[in-house]
C-alpha cells in the first residue's frame, strides 16, 4: 500500500525558512523520480521540483530556483525540501509524489495529506 507522510509546514513570515519531509513507503522508492508538488484553493496542483532517482539531480521551476534545495535519502525512503527566503506566494499544501506524474493506487492517482506552509507577516 502507498503511503506518503509530510511534515515540516507552519507559519513563517517573508524571507523565513523551512524545511519539509516526505517518507514513502509501499514501492520501491529508488527507482522513481521524486517531487515536491504545491496546491492552492482553486488552482491546479503545481510541481516545483523534483530529484532523479540515481544520481540526485534537481530539477527547479523557475520561481523557486536559487530558494528552494530537494535532496532524497533512498535509505530511508524520504525526500526532503529545504525552503529559504519565503514569500508570500510560497503560500500553499505542499506534497510529495514520484514525478512528473503521481503514482497511481489501481486507476487513481494517490495523494498524502500534504503539509500546509504559510508566508505572512
Known amino acids: 500500500q502507498v503511503q506518503f507522510v509530510e511534515s515540516g509546514g507552519g507559519l513563517v513570515q517573508p524571507g523565513g525558512s523551512l524545511g519539509l519531509s516526505c517518507v514513502a513507503s509501499g514501492f520501491r522508492f529508488s527507482n522513481y523520480v521524486m517531487g515536491w508538488f504545491r496546491q492552492v484553493p482553486g488552482k491546479e496542483r503545481e510541481l516545483v521540483a523534483l530529484?532523479?532517482?540515481?544520481?540526485?539531480?534537481?530539477t527547479y521551476i523557475s520561481s523557486v530556483k536559487g530558494r528552494f534545495t530537494i535532496s532524497r535519502d533512498n535509505a530511508k525512503k524520504a525526500v526532503h525540501l529545504r525552503m529559504n527566503n519565503l514569500k508570500p506566494e510560497d503560500t500553499a499544501v505542499y506534497y510529495c509524489?514520484?514525478?512528473?506524474?503521481?503514482?497511481?493506487?489501481?486507476?487513481?492517482?494517490?495523494w498524502g495529506q500534504g503539509t500546509r506552509v504559510a508566508v505572512s507577516v
Open positions: 509524489n514520484t514525478a512528473p506524474r503521481p503514482i497511481k493506487e489501481g486507476t487513481l492517482d494517490y
Open positions: 530529484i532523479s532517482g540515481g544520481t540526485g539531480t534537481p
